[in-house]
Structures are given as structure tokens and as C-alpha cells.
């Protein structure tokens, strides 16, 4: 009877065991398995804040890159702007200088003359000092963007040469604001003798 008793007893000891054994493995492979979902949302988590902040970088260098450009375009507007009102107000100018180049022409009295030339060169300079820069025109072949023709003349100078100017045309900071007025080389016409062949010959011969 003792005996019986005895396998009893180890029987449950070897089935509490067992259960033991289960209930461990069950939670192993439990904390097991929520240990890989816990890992897995953790990635799925960073690649999400991964994204979003590419996406909040790409947004960042776009509103950078437009605000560079808005500054870019605010500059060259003012600067524009700024040109603009210079171009405006030296070409309102040109005609003080034709008025000097005039009066230098035609006053006669020495005196006179360098006083005008001094008042000139004084309104020149400023003028120069802010872009204005004289068309070279003498001698030089025609150009259409800086020389405007207004008349032919028959000259020993090679055709289309630059062979007087009328009104002295300017540059501001590299654009043409007036071009020269200029009268332009052409090639002499041959004289033609009214004589006969005849008549040249008596001449040549005498009587």
C-alpha cells in the first residue's frame, strides 16, 4: 500500500513538473513572440519618423531655395529700380551736353569758351562717374546697335566708315541709352568724260 502511494506521489511530482515545463515554455515563446512585435513596431516606428523627417527636410530646402530666390529677385528689382531712375535722369542730361558741345562750337570769345568747357567737363565727369561713357564713332565702321545713319556722303575713307558725327551718342554702364547720329562713307562716283573717241583722239594728236 506504502508503495503505491509512493508512485502516486512521484506520478504528480512528475506531472506538476511537466506543467511547470509548459507553462514556462508557454511564456517563454510568449514574451518571445511580444518581444518581436514590440521590436517590429519599434522599426515600423522609425521608418515612419524616418520618412517624415525626409519629408520635413525637403520641405525645409524648398522654402529655402524660394526664399533665396525671393531675395534674389527683391535685390535685382531694386537694383533695377535703382538704374532704371539713373538711366531716366542722365538721358534727360544728354541734352546739357549737346548744349555744351554747341556753345563750345560756336562761341567765338576764348574766355567765354573756358568757361563753358570748365562747367562741361564738370557735368561730363559726374555723369561719367555714375556710367556714362561717349560712343566712339570717328574712323570706326558702322555698327547698327550703336551708330544710326542719316546720310551718305561720297569719301576717299573705306565705305560705310564713319566720317562725321552729328550727335554724339552715349553708353550708361554698357547699354546703349542714345546711339550716335552719324553720316557714313560711300565710294566716289567715277567722272565720266563727255568727249568722243574721235575728239580725244584730235586732241591727242593736235589739229
Do not use: C, W
Amino acid at each position: 500500500m506504502a508503495k503505491n502511494n509512493h508512485s502516486t506521489v512521484e506520478e504528480r511530482i512528475r506531472k506538476g513538473a511537466e506543467q511547470a515545463s509548459q507553462t514556462i515554455a508557454t511564456e517563454a515563446e510568449q514574451a518571445g513572440t511580444a518581444h518581436d512585435e514590440t521590436l517590429e513596431t519599434i522599426k515600423k516606428e522609425l521608418a515612419h519618423k524616418t520618412v517624415t523627417l525626409e519629408e520635413y527636410t525637403t520641405t525645409l530646402k524648398r522654402l529655402q531655395a524660394e526664399f533665396e530666390n525671393y531675395t534674389k529677385r527683391v535685390d535685382k528689382e531694386r537694383k533695377d529700380y535703382a538704374l532704371y531712375a539713373t538711366e531716366n535722369l542722365i538721358i534727360k542730361l544728354l541734352a546739357t551736353l549737346d548744349s555744351f558741345e554747341q556753345a563750345l562750337t560756336n562761341v567765338k570769345d576764348e574766355n567765354h569758351k573756358q568757361g563753358i568747357q570748365l562747367l562741361f567737363d564738370q557735368v561730363r565727369s559726374t555723369l561719367e562717374r555714375e556710367g556714362l561713357e561717349r560712343i566712339e564713332t570717328l574712323n570706326k565702321q558702322f555698327n547698327t546697335e550703336e551708330h544710326e545713319a542719316l546720310l551718305l556722303k561720297e569719301s576717299e575713307e573705306p565705305e560705310h566708315s564713319i566720317i562725321e558725327v552729328l550727335q554724339t551718342g552715349y553708353k550708361l554702364k554698357e547699354k546703349v541709352i542714345r546711339p550716335a547720329k552719324v553720316i557714313l562713307s560711300k565710294q566716289q562716283q567715277e567722272k565720266h568724260s563727255t568727249n568722243t573717241p574721235e575728239q580725244k583722239n584730235k586732241h591727242v594728236g593736235g589739229n
